[in-house]
């Protein structure tokens, strides 16, 4: 595929990986580049070879935020009436059932820092710098970063991040539960996270969409509903062939081979 702004490999077997690139901006998403993404992370949901997708951007960037030179002379009317953001959401409507990682470097600034916060598994580098720095520029979070950046930090810790527009560390992000681990290097980072992204790719596609899918559900549903759910969706799981498969082969201490069935 011919993208200008992102890339797309199949760095190892099972896994996709979509490379922001666009480094004399620090990989600053304009209009376009999130379309490319949408347009790259739909062919690897029906692709039959990816399992799991990793999302990264330059050592120096994630992503330094939404574009603000696109945004700078915006409307009122021009952002409501060509609902400006919305499609971001694209990645997290249900639509991309596979699980996606982030491989956060660098800057994860404004809309680098939510789009990471969209992905299902954040990696990051101690140095990382993270934050929600709109407050600075006259506006405020629009890509549910005062949603998501609260439900991971808790109130206390998002309201002085968000009103102050201060940056944290990727330190400070896997203390706090933002991201699940830390990495002193990049080339750490880089090999973990294809690591955990081949380790996803070997299990049974349909308990990793199952598992994906219920994780999520805690974020909408409240304690008792989210529990009825994933009590559904668990008993669903008999009957797939994978179930018995892996079932089988614990008891007869044997590797899993997975139907996807
Ligand atoms: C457009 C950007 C950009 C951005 C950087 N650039 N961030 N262009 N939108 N968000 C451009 C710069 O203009 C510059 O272009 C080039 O990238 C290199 O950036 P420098 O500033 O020269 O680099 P450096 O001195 O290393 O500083 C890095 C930085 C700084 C600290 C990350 O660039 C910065 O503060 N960027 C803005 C961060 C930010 O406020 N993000 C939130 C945006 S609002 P030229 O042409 O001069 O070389 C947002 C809204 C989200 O995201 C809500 C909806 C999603």
Redesign the pocket.
């Known amino acids: 595929s011919n993208y200008e702004y992102i890339q797309v490999s199949e760095p190892r077997p099972g896994v996709g990986q979509v490379t922001l690139n666009r480094p004399?901006?620090?990989n600053?998403?304009c209009t376009p580049l999130i379309n490319e993404l949408n347009a790259a992370l739909t062919e690897f949901q029906s692709s039959p070879t990816v399992r799991a997708i990793l999302l990264t951007g330059s050592q120096k960037?994630f992503a330094?935020?939404?574009?603000?030179?696109e945004?700078a002379p915006l409307t009122f009317s021009q952002a409501y009436t060509t609902s400006f953001?919305e499609s971001?959401s694209n990645l997290t409507t249900g639509a991309l059932k596979k699980p996606l990682i982030a491989a956060v470097s660098g800057?994860a600034?404004?809309?680098?820092c939510?789009l990471a916060l969209m992905a299902d598994i954040i990696y990051c580098t101690s140095s990382a710098n993270f934050g929600q720095?709109?407050i600075?520029?006259g506006?405020i979070?629009?890509?549910g970063?005062s949603q998501r950046l609260t439900r991971a930090v808790g109130k206390a810790k998002a309201m002085e991040l968000i009103l102050t527009g201060k940056s944290f560390s990727g330190e400070e992000a896997e203390r706090w539960g933002v991201a699940a681990r830390s990495f002193a290097t990049y080339e750490e980072l880089m090999e973990a996270a294809l690591k955990t992204a081949e380790t996803i790719a070997g299990y049974s596609k349909v308990a990793v969409m199952a598992a994906k899918e219920v994780v999520n559900k805690s974020q909408d549903l409240p304690l008792r509903d989210g529990v009825e759910y994933e009590r559904r969706v668990f008993h669903s799981l008999f009957g797939s062939q994978d179930q018995k498969i892996g079932m089988k082969a614990f008891a007869e201490k044997k590797k899993a081979e997975w139907s996807d069935e």
């Open positions: 004399k901006a620090l600053a998403l960037a330094a935020g939404a574009d603000i030179k945004m953001i971001w800057h600034l404004g809309g680098g939510e720095p709109e600075k520029l506006t979070p629009g890509a970063g």
